[in-house]
């Protein structure tokens, strides 16, 4: 079984700063992608940010520009920073991870961007 903790979120006002981390057990993020979702009261889940064993990222394009994924193996822990925010980035931030065809997804830690 996985554990991922989060934290880092937050209140903050629009055009602020949060900077969210992942810790997990193991070595997952070692060879493993990392994701991060968000979720707003009455929308759908959506991804935003991944990064997988090499560094490679990819980003929503509502974040493009804005965040940041980024992980660092040896402390087995991921992070967002996440810039510029606005109103509209305001939800329920996951992490989520897939570990033997299995799925494994955070608490959940709450943004707030007030405008």
């Known amino acids: 079984q996985v554990l991922l903790v989060e934290s880092g979120g937050g209140l903050v006002q629009a055009g602020g700063s949060l900077r969210l981390s992942c810790a997990a057990s193991g070595t997952i993020f070692s060879r493993n992608a990392m994701d991060w979702y968000r979720q707003a009261p009455g929308k759908q889940r959506e991804l935003v940010a991944t990064i997988i064993s090499g560094g490679i990222t990819n980003y929503a394009d509502s974040v493009k520009g804005r965040f940041t994924i980024s992980r660092d193996n040896a402390k087995n822990t991921v992070y967002l920073q996440m810039n510029s925010l606005k109103p509209e980035d305001t939800a329920v931030y996951y992490c989520?991870?897939?570990?033997?065809?299995?799925?494994?997804w955070g608490q959940g830690t709450q943004v707030t961007v007030s405008s």
């Open positions: 989520h991870c897939v570990v033997g065809w299995k799925h494994f």
